[in-house]
T-cell receptor, first 108, second 113 residues
């Protein structure tokens, strides 16, 4: 089945810094999502981005489907950005497969 | 607010007890999913339902059963709980492929002692 790899696994940054999170996937997909799991465990949908670029405030995402990767950019990090970031794609049976996530710590 | 509602939010069971986790969505989505999340393991699919009346196994189905009661509701049942089933459980739903992404419930934290 499709494999999803995220990097880096952990990232510690000072407040105000920028970061780039990467998601590689092993097969072509027609759907890709980025989620943020906050310290309270809630899964928050950030982007539905099967291809192209989207922006929402300080966050933006780019998916290059032909090269099988997606990037999530966080600019001017805030402590509330801390948590785990997951990307997820469907396999051929339309089951969602998650990467193992990037754990982001933003220090005040 | 439209979305996915899970109940209960917290539960403690003794080994061998049974319980049902409830999930309902009001977005008229066809597909619904149950995941478990364990530390360091990410989210793993337990069961999913592509439409009312159909269910299929995911990556870790052993020890669980599901029921797609109608289009809105998808329940997960533990017949005889085991400590290995201590986890956080998430329900999700999705509309037609290519018409938007997945929406997750707020999770159920289950502890089996």
């Amino acid at each position: 089945g499709i494999q999803v790899e995220q990097s880096p696994p952990d990232l510690i940054l000072q407040e105000g810094a920028n970061s780039t999170l990467r998601c590689n996937f092993s097969d072509s997909v027609n759907n890709l999502q980025w989620f943020h799991q906050n310290p309270w465990g809630q899964l928050i949908n950030l982007f539905y981005i099967p291809s192209g670029t989207k922006q929402n405030g300080r966050l933006s995402a780019t998916t290059v489907a032909t090269e099988r990767y997606s990037l999530l950019y966080i600019s001017s990090s805030q402590t509330t950005d801390s948590g785990v970031y997951f990307c997820a794609v469907p396999n051929r049976d339309d089951k969602i497969i998650f990467g193992k996530g990037t754990r982001l710590h933003i220090l005040p | 607010n439209a979305g996915v509602t899970q109940t209960p939010k917290f539960q403690v069971l003794k080994t061998g007890q049974s319980m049902t986790l409830q999930c309902a969505q009001d977005m008229n989505h066809n597909s619904m999913y149950w995941y478990r999340q364990d530390p360091g393991m990410g989210l793993r699919l337990i069961y999913y339902s592509a439409s009312e009346g159909t269910t299929d196994k995911g990556e870790v189905p052993n020890g669980y059963n599901v029921s797609r009661l109608n289009k809105r509701e998808f329940s997960l049942r533990l017949e005889s709980a085991a400590p290995s089933q201590t986890s956080v459980y998430f329900c999700a739903s999705r509309g037609a492929p290519g018409r938007g992404g997945y929406t997750f419930g707020s999770g159920t934290r289950l502890t089996v002692v």
